[in-house]
């Protein structure tokens, strides 16, 4: 199994300039996180999905980034505009919220540099 | 509200040297408590969580609820376990330290 996949591993634009991020869970995986982080600091979160529904997007900075995820499955974060701080490597995971082990597995990053 | 600390941003041992990487959280409620674990150019990946009580790679970690702490420990540091370590807490969400390097000398 490939794991949770994100796409791409890196991007790099100016600023001003939209971009977009993808990510694929891991099948029947029904928790979906966002991370930033930013160089030497923990992960931070962005947004968490429970199925469908955004339960969880208060860290969001809702006046550029955006994230859906359409039919509980894959999703897209957005930014628009990029800003210069907002180069980071951005992290997807996912888990299974249920009853039982509940770890969270992380997708390898997509390394965004805004110039 | 949810908080994790991990107080050194580096730790440097030797080889077969004791290891103590240190955690303490903020949770009202009963948490979840893990430790992931990312090696050079790899993904963050889970090494282990409190409520298997086990050991991974030598690594274990127990739950002082007193204390609010969960420590990651090793009696004898491998160079291979050099890495970036990162405590995280399950309440709500998911939510992580700012990590600790952890280098081993050979």
């Known amino acids: 199994e490939a794991g949770v996949v994100q796409s791409p591993r890196y991007k790099i634009i100016e600023k001003k300039q939209p971009v977009a991020f993808w990510c694929n869970p891991i099948?029947?995986?029904?928790?979906l996180y966002w991370y930033r982080q930013n160089l030497g600091q923990g992960p931070e979160l962005l947004i968490r999905y429970e199925n469908e529904e955004a339960v969880d997007d208060s860290q969001l900075p809702k006046d550029r980034f955006s994230a859906e995820r359409l039919k509980g499955v894959d999703s897209t974060l957005k930014i628009q505009p990029a800003e210069l701080g907002d180069s980071a490597v951005y992290l997807c995971?996912?888990?299974?919220?249920?009853?039982?082990?509940?770890?969270?597995?992380f997708g390898q990053g997509t390394r965004l540099t805004v110039v | 509200a949810q908080r994790v600390t991990q107080p050194e941003k580096l730790l440097s041992v030797f080889k077969g040297a004791p290891v103590e990487l240190k955690c303490n959280y903020s949770y009202s409620g009963s948490p979840e408590l893990f430790w992931y674990v990312q090696y050079s150019r790899q993904r963050l990946q889970l090494l282990l969580r409190h409520i298997s009580r086990e050991s991974i790679k030598g690594f274990t970690a127990d739950l002082n609820k007193g204390e609010t702490s969960f420590h990651l420990k090793k009696p004898f540091a491998q160079e291979e376990d050099s890495a970036m370590y990162y405590c995280a807490l399950r309440g709500a969400a998911l939510i992580f330290g700012t990590g600790t390097r952890l280098q081993v000398f050979p």
């Open positions: 995971a996912s888990s299974f919220s249920g009853t039982g082990l509940t770890e969270a597995f």
């Open positions: 099948s029947g995986h029904n928790t």
